[in-house]
């Protein structure tokens, strides 16, 4: 965190970040804050409590000559009844889609999901299909029945091409791969059109509503 | 994140305890949800319906037939005489493919840059779930004078501030000056009762605003009408001076917060988007939503404090299908007034007849009689004006996606004698396609009969010309009740959220003007009464307001 008045500092000669907005989904316990928690901090806690008091965390992401940055909305355990609210997916360009590879269940989920984005998402969402907990399965060598992977990559990987999506196995325990999907999103996450230069109604027409002091209009003194 | 967390069983929660149940996901509810999750307590919020929002919920088309049909078999109280129309009827054959394109506001409302609701949403940092914009104009619509062509343009471009009244070229210079002291007079800053000890409205308390507007600013009868309508937002040509100044008065402090116009809209469908930002500060704070039929409330018991016998005892108890067991709380909150099905209060609370009728529509062409009155007043005084001018005002031309459109009592022949308003968005506020309007019409409730349709007809007509909607729906609000708060120490009580003086006359007939602000408002008092049910538990939680 100490990083941000650098990066600050830096972004005032740097090309104009893209801002994406990124969802997290995917079955309770599958490592989705983890895996969050390893990209924006490259950490990650053993036995971490379910997501409590994070609205969104964000990240840069340097790709080439463009900088991302990444605004991570976590569930906040909403979609544990089905009540995911619609607002969650408005305005997402990017979504991870995210399963235990130890646990098949999570996987029939994952696929509710990619559906679920299809049909309440924008339809030029760039999704990644992400198989965690790589970690559990490392030492397996291949053929070993007494594996404890249930979802085997190509299976992971035919959900992806079927659905167009990026696919990735990782662990956030060790950080495999984490990067790489960032980084991978990011690269299929469209240039935004240069707008005009930022005025008090940000690009998108999108008020922050806590900067609202702008001096008035109609600052005629007559 | 523990496997134990998860749930074991189909019908197990995880936790047989919440400080707090909250009963529907309307916006006062919401906001009280979020602001006690916040404060360190458990909270379980439900919401008998499968979306958010409640009485303020944003719909897609289907979910807004689905409510229509609900309506007619009388299972939401809060509503009367709904119907819907599909006039085209490819739309409707087509609708599981598009229909989710659309959000739908059932209470379409626009947000005063200064007040309640913008207050909560910055200090509870809720603001930055949800995308705002600002109303692109106001234009009240001028009833043909005898002997005039009915050709000539009748919409009249409301100025949103002094520096449009400047440029406005049909305003002489002497209505100019009498406007600007008008303007200076009603805009600056008062406490909440310096409207009592204001010098120009003693002995003027029973003026209307057009007589107050006459008399003492020498206003023309059309600068008084555009003011009182398009500014003050009266509904009617009685009301009094005094609240309709009071409204003003916020109208001219909200321009210039965040840009020229004084009003805000919530992108992708208005409150319901407010409704859900609050519900996901409170999941992110820990609170835990359950929608639907698995969130329907049976057994419910509240026991008087007196019989509480010891401390493990809560005052709350219930059934949920989503929970194997009955749930504790020791306060619940009820927006909804379904929870006790037979409660007298509730049916007290709730108003017996209608307040106001709305009609939602849906344009795939803009008509013109709409364009005409999204266009900015034509000016001829281009050459004068330096290359900044000119830059704002093609701005101004080509934002056109929120729009409000008032229609002055009696200025449509077989209308309202109440002044009747539309609310008019295009894409670019995401709550329908590229190439598509949403159009909202809303009116005072005729005191006699109840036909939406019949009210807002003529003015429908009006403004669509030959166009036909894709779709088209009417119904009747009664006037919102007071959530119930039901908690050991005071039982079965609505939550007596009295108005601010600034509410207290015809709050019913601005809802959508000050009913945002309203419901904050009623939030604080559920906030309060939540603490104070908790804070015998919950040693560290104040009970005292931040």
Known sequence: ?222 | MSDSLAPSSENDIGQSHFDVTVVGTGLCESIAASALAKRGLSVLHLDPHEYYGDRHASLTVDEMVQWVNEIQASALHQYTAASYEFPISEFESNLNKVARQYALSVFPAILPARGDLIDTLIAEDVGKYVSFRLVDGVSTYQKPRAGELRETARWKRVPAGKDQIFKDSSLSLLDKRRLMKFIMFASSERSSDGWETEPLLQGKESQSILEFLASTFQLSHDLADTIAYGIAFCTSPTELAKPALMRMNRYFRSIGRYGPSPFLVAQYGGVGEITQAFCRASAVYGGMYILGPQGKISDFTCTPQEKISDHSQHAISLRIPAHHEPVTSDVLIDGTGTVLEHSSSATEGAAKVPSQVCCIAILSELPSQIQTAIAPNTTRQDDSADPEDSKDEQVEENAQDVFLMIFPPGSVQGGSTQAVRALFMGSGTGSCPAGQFVLYLQAMAEVDSVVPKQTLQPYLECLLGDVSPLFITYYAVKATADPLVFSSPTTDTPANTTPSSSLEQGQEELVWFEGLDMEAHRARELIRRGLVATSHRTHGVSAEED
């Not at chain 1, 996987?107 to 992400?130: G, M, N, P, Y």
């Open chain 1, 1 to 222: 965190m100490e990083l941000k008045s650098y990066d600050k500092y830096r972004m005032s000669f740097a090309p104009p970040t893209t801002s994406v907005k990124l969802v997290l989904l995917g079955e309770a316990a599958v490592g989705k804050s983890s895996l969050v928690l390893r990209f924006v901090s490259n950490d990650f806690q053993e036995n971490k409590e379910p997501t409590i008091g994070a609205a969104f965390l964000t990240q840069k992401c340097t790709i080439g000559e463009r900088t991302i940055k990444y605004e991570i909305w976590d569930t906040a355990g909403q979609e544990r009844f089905a009540s995911l609210a619609p607002m969650y997916y408005r305005n997402a360009q990017a979504a991870l889609v995210v399963y235990d590879i130890t646990k098949p269940a999570s996987f029939i989920k994952a696929r509710h999901w990619v559906k679920e984005l299809h049909e309440q998402a924008s339809k030029d969402i760039t999704i990644a299909l992400v198989g965690n907990k790589h970690d559990l399965v490392e030492d397996d060598n291949d053929g070993d029945d007494s594996s404890l992977r249930k979802v085997s990559i190509e299976e992971g990987q035919k959900l992806a091409d079927e659905e167009g999506l990026l696919f990735f196995e990782t662990s956030a325990k060790t950080a495999y791969n984490v990067n790489e999907v960032f980084v991978g999103i990011g690269s299929k996450i469209p240039e935004a059109p240069l707008l005009k230069p930022q005025q008090p109604q940000a690009t998108d027409g999108r008020i922050d509503l806590s900067t609202g002091t702008a001096p008035a209009a109609d600052g005629c003194a007559c």
